[in-house]
Structure formats: structure tokens, C-alpha cells
């Protein structure tokens, strides 16, 4: 739930930080982007899971809507703030490794299996164009990193949750948590830049 | 590997 949280959270500071400087700068596209493509092609469940939790249900539906009305301020509203020139990364590969490996270890050979991997793997690495950005800019906005840190700490605190599962309730879902072990893996170095920088009140600066 | 229920994480 925390970690959902943190998740949510995460959002709502990306929208609230557009809101309040007029301007996406600092924020890929490109990122934002996978991430719908993430929610879409994991979520489509919603037609047939919707009943099983309603928790999960409205959790499903807000990421893909807030995801999709993020795009659509980048597009519209704020486009002049947006600079495609720092947004360079080629996101193409992540899509590319993320269906191979759909193709190659589903659980299953059915559509929403293929799509539901695809998914899990594409989401563990839609952070990548951010990252990449915030490295060729060297620094960031204070409230740029609070939303990384919401956005990269909550597939970390999906592991306590994993490790609960597999000792006390005997299962496992080794595609997830794979895949979350990476992601959490990719946010390292940021974390500990949030860590020893911001969280002291410092700017967030790359050495 | 026992494999979980699905539907319960986001």
C-alpha cells in the first residue's frame, strides 16, 4: 500500500510541478510516453479483473488516466517548455528488448500474457530517458527529484512485499520481481545523489 | 516456483 502510495504520490507532484512552474521543463517525453504504454497494456485486466479489487481497479484506471492527461499537458499547454533537443535518448531499444523478452518468457503464449510481460519489462527501463536527461542537463529541479524519488522508491518497496510472499505464503513471480530488482537497480546512483544532496537541502547537481 | 495470483499488485 505504501509503496501503491508512493506511486500515486509521485503523479500528483509531476502534474502539481507543472502546474505551479507554468512549464514541463525538465521532464521527457519520451518517459512519460512508455509509461502510458506501460499502464495500457498492463491494465487491460480491467475488463475482467475489475470486480476481483476494487483497490487495484481505481489504482489501474487513475494511473492511466493521470499518465494520459501528463502527455496531453506536454503536448498542448506546456509544449514551448519542452526541449526535444535534451530528450534524445532511443527509446525504440527499450521497446525492442522489452517485446523480445515478451516473446521469448511469457507465462503463457496468450495475448494479455505477452502484453503483460511486455509491460513489466518495458517498465522496469521507461525510466531510462529521464535519467538520461537529467545526465546531459547535469542538475535537476528540486521537485523533479522529489517526483523520482516517489516514482523510484516504490517498486523498492515492492521487494519486502515479494520476499513477505515467498517465505510466508510459499509463491513467487519471478518475471516481476526480476524486473523490479532492475528498475530498483537503475535509480541507485540517483538515490544517492537524493540522499546525500537534496535530502540535505542541497541542489541536485551530478558531479 | 509456485506462482502467485496475478491480479494483486499494480
Known amino acids: 500500500v505504501v509503496a501503491d502510495l508512493s506511486h500515486l504520490l509521485s503523479i500528483f507532484i509531476l502534474l502539481h510541478k507543472m502546474y505551479l512552474t507554468k512549464s514541463c521543463a525538465g521532464i521527457s517525453f519520451k518517459s512519460q510516453a512508455l509509461y502510458l504504454l506501460v499502464y495500457v497494456t498492463r491494465y487491460l485486466d480491467l475488463f475482467w479483473t475489475f470486480n476481483k479489487s476494487h483497490y487495484n481497479s481505481v489504482l489501474k484506471i487513475v494511473f492511466i488516466s493521470a499518465s494520459a492527461y501528463t502527455l496531453y499537458l506536454m503536448k498542448n499547454e506546456y509544449r514551448p517548455?519542452?526541449?526535444?533537443?535534451?530528450?534524445?535518448?532511443?527509446?525504440?531499444?527499450?521497446?525492442a528488448g522489452a517485446a523480445v523478452l515478451a516473446i521469448i518468457f511469457p507465462y503463457k503464449y496468450t495475448p494479455a500474457e505477452l502484453l503483460?510481460?511486455?509491460s513489466i519489462w518495458l517498465e522496469s527501463v521507461a525510466i531510462l530517458p529521464q535519467l538520461f536527461m537529467v545526465q546531459r542537463t547535469g542538475e535537476a529541479e528540486t521537485i523533479t527529484t522529489h517526483y523520482l524519488f516517489a516514482l523510484g522508491i516504490?517498486?523498492?518497496?515492492?521487494?519486502?512485499?515479494?520476499?513477505?510472499?515467498?517465505f510466508v505464503k510459499g509463491y513467487t513471480d519471478p518475471i516481476a520481481v526480476l524486473a523490479g530488482l532492475v528498475q530498483t537497480a537503475l535509480y541507485c546512483d540517483f538515490?544517492?545523489?537524493?540522499?546525500t544532496k537534496v535530502m540535505k537541502g542541497k541542489k541536485f547537481e551530478l558531479p | 516456483v509456485v506462482q502467485g495470483p496475478r491480479h494483486d499488485e499494480l
Not at chain 1, 191 to 195: D, L, S
Open chain 1, 191 to 195: 538515490f544517492y545523489i537524493y540522499w
Open chain 1, 81 to 95: 517548455t519542452h526541449d526535444p533537443n535534451i530528450d534524445t535518448f532511443k527509446s525504440r531499444y527499450l521497446l
Open chain 1, 116 to 118: 503483460w510481460t511486455f
Open chain 1, 154 to 166: 516504490y517498486r523498492a518497496l515492492y521487494i519486502p512485499n515479494w520476499l513477505w510472499r515467498y
